[in-house]
């Protein structure tokens, strides 16, 4: 079990039921969720010991979304309640030719205008094994751009390695000053996670082919900036997930990885996902997955397969959470077969496992 820390903004969601557009919707659906708090669940429900740190207002709404992350067993000693108010987002889900429609209500919200005196950082790291962050914390304000460096110098610090999924949000902040906070926030970075838009907003690269609505891709693209990337920052590990777009309902997802030194490129196995019920939240499952894989100890092929499937589950399940797991595994649907061979076929003898692994769909679990 290793001990993990994640640091980002968990808001109050608010979405449409029933693919309704935002016009047609009487009443919404209420979940909590943002990066780093969905990252912390999955991690928690694969059994690390996982904190989750942020500031939240002192009032019952604050106090809601603080019960959603213990509901997981996630840890919350660490979050401040500070501020004004939870940032709120709606969501209108897309479906087939409609896009997903998000607006952000987050002005003022509690981690925006949160300090690093309100949180003990040294108390926060001490024996941590890993930190992830992503960029839409930065990109909320200055005032938690100063907050996420003073968490990155800390976890440096106490020897913590530190994932970063880069995430850029236009609609938090201009390419420009993404590029400019998150260049220098790489410094600090061992492994980086992000998509063909996130290398080229956040930090300037971009790989060949990647009309993410052409159905195709360019892996020698990839290839060639994450060779980049690898010399301009000395990254340990470099990902992207790679999604091909048919329809806001139907998408291929796979991703690829590089280690940083032997330049040694992997690209995993391409799952058919149609039809996608929430893509909310499918790229902080994948994050979740390639940390426990590699805390875990496995090979960067086996942890970036678990990370694509544990992901495309994600895709089958509403709300931010990837939820309904236990135990260390995913056990549902037809990914079952894939998580069960990387984590017990291959060898893998997890201390977490539980009768409740078995299913009927597996016959080999405890082979």
């Not at 889900?93 to 949180?119: C, K």
């Not at 010399?231 to 091909?244: A, H, M, P, Q, V």
Request: charged residues 20%.
């Amino acid at each position: 079990m290793a001990k993990i820390v994640t640091m980002g903004e968990i808001m109050l969601r608010l979405s449409t039921p029933n693919n309704e557009k935002f016009i047609q919707a009487d009443e919404f659906d209420v979940n909590y969720g943002g990066g780093e708090a969905n990252v912390a669940v999955s991690l928690a429900n694969y059994g690390h010991d996982v904190q989750f740190v942020t500031a939240v207002p002192a009032n019952p709404i604050g106090e809601c979304a603080v019960a959603a992350l213990r509901k997981y067993n996630v840890g919350t000693k660490h979050i401040a309640r500070s501020g004004e108010r939870l940032g709120i987002y709606f969501l209108e889900t897309g479906s087939a030719m409609r896009a997903s429609n998000v607006v952000y209500d987050r002005a003022h919200s509690s981690i925006s205008t949160a300090t690093a005196d309100e949180f003990n950082f040294d108390e926060i790291f001490a024996d941590a094994d890993w930190f992830h962050f992503t960029g839409i914390t930065p990109a909320v304000s200055d005032a938690a751009i100063e907050l996420t460096e003073a968490a990155l110098k800390a976890a440096k610090a106490h020897g913590v390695t530190v994932s970063v999924d880069l995430n850029f949000r236009k609609k938090l902040w201009s390419s420009e000053k993404a590029q400019k906070v998150m260049t220098n926030l790489m410094q600090y970075v061992d492994v980086c996670i992000g998509n063909e838009e996130d290398a080229e907003k956040v930090l300037g690269f971009k790989p060949g082919n990647t009309d993410v609505t052409s159905g195709e891709l360019e892996l020698a693209g990839y290839v060639d900036i994450f060779n980049q990337m690898a010399d301009k920052f000395g990254f340990k590990y470099i990902i992207s997930s790679l999604r091909e777009s048919h329809s806001a309902s139907d998408n291929g997802w796979s991703a690829c990885i590089m280690d940083g030194q032997t330049r040694e490129f992997y690209h995993s196995r391409k799952y058919h996902i149609t039809p996608i019920v929430d893509r909310v939240g499918g790229g902080d499952s994948f994050a979740a997955g390639l940390i426990c894989g590699l805390v875990d100890g496995k090979d960067m092929k086996a942890a970036l397969e678990f990370a694509v499937a544990a992901s495309a589950l994600k895709h089958t399940i509403p709300g931010d959470f990837l939820s309904g797991i236990h135990g260390g595994i995913l056990y549902d649907s037809w990914i079952a077969y894939t998580l069960c061979r990387i984590y017990f076929w291959q060898g893998y003898r997890d201390i977490r496992k539980t009768d409740s692994l078995r299913t009927e769909s597996c016959q080999h679990c405890y082979r």
